[in-house]
């Protein structure tokens, strides 16, 4: 079992910053993908950002240049910093963690969500 406990949502003014973390712990021998999703009220969860174990990143065209997404991958944490944030930034954000437990299963496991406000 590998929980996420996610931290750093709050209410910002647009062009202010928050960062996001999300850190695991359970069963954990390895940790591949680590990802940001959101949801906005009424609509889909869309992926946010993205980085791999070996650094890589990936981002959704309306973040880049403004969101940067790390990990540290001895604390089995991940980050989401958000820089010029603009109203319709405003969402539930979810971390989501792919990896490989101590007993050579694959997981996937989802945080509870932290709520991000941007007023205008």
């Known amino acids: 079992q590998v929980q996420l406990v996610e931290s750093g949502g709050g209410l910002v003014q647009a062009g202010g910053s928050l960062g996001l973390s999300c850190a695991a712990s359970?069963?954990?021998?390895?940790?591949?993908?680590m990802r940001w999703y959101r949801q906005a009220p009424g609509k889909q969860r869309e992926l946010v950002a993205a980085i791999t174990s070996g650094g890589s990143t990936t981002y959704t065209d309306s973040v880049k240049g403004r969101f940067t997404i790390s990990r540290d991958n001895a604390k089995s944490t991940v980050y989401l910093q958000m820089n010029s944030l603009k109203p319709e930034d405003t969402a539930v954000y979810y971390c989501n963690v792919e990896g490989r437990s101590w007993s050579s299963r694959p997981f996937g496991s989802w945080g509870r969500g932290t709520q991000v406000t941007v007023s205008s």
């Open positions: 359970g069963s954990i021998f390895s940790i591949n993908v």
